[in-house]
């Protein structure tokens, strides 16, 4: 199969006001990257506005541009993975539909893949302009977090803007998890990787997709994916309880025989509300990671596509892709 030199890959959710202005920066950069050997692969992740008509129009009147329609809203990393699976580019760009990363930034970007022999050049964010304060915050304590608790080092604030060569992707791709926190595992891979310090703009239009509630999912992924400290948290909160208890049943046993046992309400709500609360934590924390082991063990497909508009090939490697209409007409040609 003859590879383009570069692909473009864009998940996209409710962006169909940023799609003519994306397909045209994109485009452009592009064009001064590699010439006319590059393709663009957006994803509609299931967008209730008019994207996915948008994208549709886009590959008519574009044959750089293939389009993929997911059968509903899989989340950011899925819809990224269903990209991943499909594009064919030697060299691969993973970039927001928002503009927030400028297009840009693709020919430094390569500059410095060649000079530093890199495999993975990740875009890191030195600024974020238009993200509320809230968004920062918790943006930076996540990722420290997650620093202090993964055995992988996953670069501080870096979302997935980056580019990757075709065997740092082929080795990304060869994971098989439900739960892709895309830019940790894309660390795991190893190779060389190198950061590239940016800017962050402003969104060119719409609003973030990425509620507190996304974000923690996003987070929680992250944390159980790449670590089992947690459980570990556990065993050593169970040991430093043991041990308290050990001393408590010391005091326990010495009011006992010097008859001093009666009062003791407040010491019994404390230590019945607190080792409620440190159970129930524990469980909860395990709970998450049998359910994602639950999860993993359906072993569905990570993502379905409903429709593809634009250049053929490359479909085999999508997880599931749904009958096209041009399949029917073959199919009754053949009968
Ligand atoms: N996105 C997606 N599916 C979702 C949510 C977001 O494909 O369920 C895409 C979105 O279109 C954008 C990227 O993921 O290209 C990042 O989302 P967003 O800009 O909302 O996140 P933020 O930049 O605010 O973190
Ligand atoms: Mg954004």
Known sequence: MLRPALSIV??????????DQLHA???????????????????????KDASWPAMQRLSASDRHLVAVNLSRNHGHQLALTAGLDLCSGEQI?????DLQDPPELLVDMRETM????????????????????FKKATAAAFYRVLDSVTDTPIPLDTGDFRLMTRRALDALQAMPEQARFIRGMVAWVGFRQVPFPYDRAERFAGETNYPLAKMLRLAIDAVTGF???????ASHLGIALTFVSLL???????GFFTGSAVQGW???MLITVVLGAAQMFVLGMIGEYLGRLYIESKRRPLYLVADIAGRAGGEARLGYVAPQPQDATVREAAE
């Open 10 to 19: 864009i998940p996209c959710y409710n962006e169909a006001a940023c799609l």
């Open 25 to 47: 920066r994109v485009s452009a950069a592009a064009r001064s990257a590699v010439g006319e050997d590059y393709e663009i692969v957006l994803i509609n992740d299931g967008s």
């Open 93 to 97: 760009l993973i970039i927001d539909a």
């Open 114 to 133: 060649a000079r530093e022999g890199a495999d993975v050049v990740y875009a890191v964010r030195r600024k974020r302009q238009g993200e509320t304060l």
């Open 227 to 233: 670590s089992t400290a947690p459980l570990r948290w």
């Open 248 to 254: 408590l049943v010391v005091y326990i046993a010495v």
């Open 266 to 268: 407040t010491s019994t």
